[in-house]
């Protein structure tokens, strides 16, 4: 049996991680969910700090600002937080890669955002309906292709990951804030899964 500096298993990592700080959530598969922010990000997997801290082994849906949503497994605790190993596709690997050196490259090059479809900027009343059947009356504050920005003021929030119905578009909640929310509307299969 050989044992290792923490310098030799950080070698030993298959994709090289990056010191970068972005703010998320996590949801767990009861149904809970957290803040979370990065301490270090790969294509493969981080080192997140949270004020929750999941069993090692724990499968959590992570909600990362800029990097979107990724399913991953607690690999252990750390004297920063906890280290997750991403369970990912190969094609989803590589997003997040080509997103990750966007992150990182963005203000040394002065490069634009990059998003799925182009945003824009809305101001009207939108009402979004819950599974429970409960209706919040909300304002759409930009919409695109892909989903939605909702402020929706003394209401209760969604939870991260729950499906709702923008109108009478099925989506799902990918971020939360203190006075809204953002959405997903989901893709054909997916709504066909519901």
Known sequence: ???????????????????????GRFLTHIGDDASLSTINLSCSGALVQSSTLPDPGAELVCYFDDL???????VRHTGEGFALSFNVAS?????IADRLTWLLNKDMLNLSEEREAPRY???????????????LNCRVLDISLTGANFEC?????????????????????????RDGFAVRYLQ???RDSL
């Open 153 to 177: 003021k003394g209401a209760a929030m969604p939870k991260l990951g729950e499906i709702v119905s923008a109108g009478t578009i099925p989506a799902e909640v990918v971020r939360t804030g």
């Open 188 to 190: 054909k299969d997916e």
């Open 68 to 74: 979107g949503r990724v399913v991953a497994t607690v």
């Open 1 to 23: 049996m050989t044992s290792e500096t923490p310098e030799e298993y950080f070698d030993r990592r298959r994709h090289k991680r990056v010191d970068i700080q972005l703010p």
């Open 91 to 95: 094609h989803k690997r590589e997003k």
């Open 121 to 135: 900027a809305a101001d009207v009343p939108a009402q979004v309906l819950r599974r429970s059947g409960q209706i």
